[in-house]
């Protein structure tokens, strides 16, 4: 019962920040104005994420003394999500060179794989694999990636926020119906926090989330995920083909810039969902994502935990559609002018 008591006081505090934020941000004129690259016309305040990380990290040392959360798991999850949303934070204020930004994200990684023990052993058709150092370095580029393709998939109106919200919901039920609802807790205050911050980013979106909220839900959502996998080799698979719309789009469009030559550190507006916006709108895209989420990932993701089917072919067959859709948007092609 104190658990639910938790995740309606972090969906509050989450919403009343968020809502401080914005009328902190309008006063203070920050603002995201719009530009060639950007997908929406108004400007608009920005930060409101800060809200997703305050509520959040804050309400772990108590779910830590009620044992739902060991000091390990703990500290990782402190460490690496307040560095990373300090970084974002402080290039929303005043923007960091890109090494100086990606040197943040490597340290937050190594800081999370640190308590976590590294990377657990990973299972490959139902055979227990001990990656050793290569499994770690593995892992550290996992995390890094995670929290910069969020930061590129933040671009149009309650994406990012509806997919933390759907994904974590998603590996709840999950968490159930494999008995490990001793997980449930960590994705689920994550996912109040969030949905508090998506009353206020729902299309037509009041306040952006900025880089302070998108990179710490990427880093969050890998280190819940390298967590599970510590108690349960399979979950790490399920993590991962729920979190497909974001991770297919984010690295073809990435290995289709790199291919032609173009400086993929520099802004942009070729994903995938960008082009799928500009065709038929912000909230008709978010909520095809949440429902590929719900009616195609999840099946998938549930059958591989439950150990129904193997993460590797699992893996194959919720990614090759979504590659596809990625091709047939253009992901990585400029936009046409």
Request: glycine share 10%.
């Amino acid at each position: 019962m104190i658990v639910w008591w938790l995740v309606s006081l972090v969906f509050i505090a989450s919403w009343l920040l968020t809502l401080c934020l914005r009328r902190y941000a309008l006063s203070r004129s920050l603002m995201d104005i719009p530009n060639e690259r950007s997908a929406h016309t108004v400007p608009t305040p920005r930060g409101g994420g800060v809200a997703i990380v305050v509520s959040f990290l804050v309400t772990l040392p108590f779910i830590s003394q009620l044992n739902l959360l060991d000091i390990k798991n703990l500290c990782s999850l402190l460490g690496a999500g307040a560095l990373v949303a300090l970084t974002g934070f402080a290039d929303d204020h005043g923007h960091i060179a890109a090494r100086w930004r990606l040197l943040g994200h490597f340290i937050a990684a190594g800081w999370a794989l640190f308590w976590l023990g590294g990377l657990a052993p990973v299972e490959i058709f139902d055979t227990k694999v001990d990656l050793g150092w290569a499994g770690n370095f593995l892992a550290l580029i996992y995390l890094v990636w995670m929290l910069n393709l969020y930061n590129f998939m933040d671009g149009i109106d309650g994406l990012a926020s509806a997919e933390a919200i759907s994904v974590c919901l998603g590996m709840c039920l999950i968490y159930w119906l494999g008995a490990n609802a001793g997980l449930v807790c960590g994705p689920l205050l994550l996912a109040a926090a969030v949905a508090g911050f998506f009353c206020w980013n729902f299309p037509p979106a009041k306040i952006f989330m900025g880089d302070a909220g998108s990179g710490f839900l990427g880093v969050t959502l890998g280190i819940i995920a390298l967590q599970a996998a510590w108690q349960e080799p399979a979950l790490l698979w399920s993590w991962i083909i729920l979190l497909g719309v974001f991770i297919v789009d984010a690295t073809w469009t990435l290995a289709r810039r790199l291919l032609k030559g173009e400086k993929v550190y520099q802004a942009h507006s070729s994903h995938g969902y960008q082009h799928a916006a500009r065709r038929f709108g912000h909230k008709r895209v978010t909520m095809a994502v949440v429902v590929i989420n719900i009616a195609y990932l999840l099946p998938l993701s549930a059958l591989v935990a439950l150990h129904h089917l193997s993460g590797v072919f699992g893996l194959l067959i919720a990614f090759a559609p979504l590659v596809v859709i990625a091709y047939m948007l253009n992901a990585g092609q400029a936009r046409s002018v």
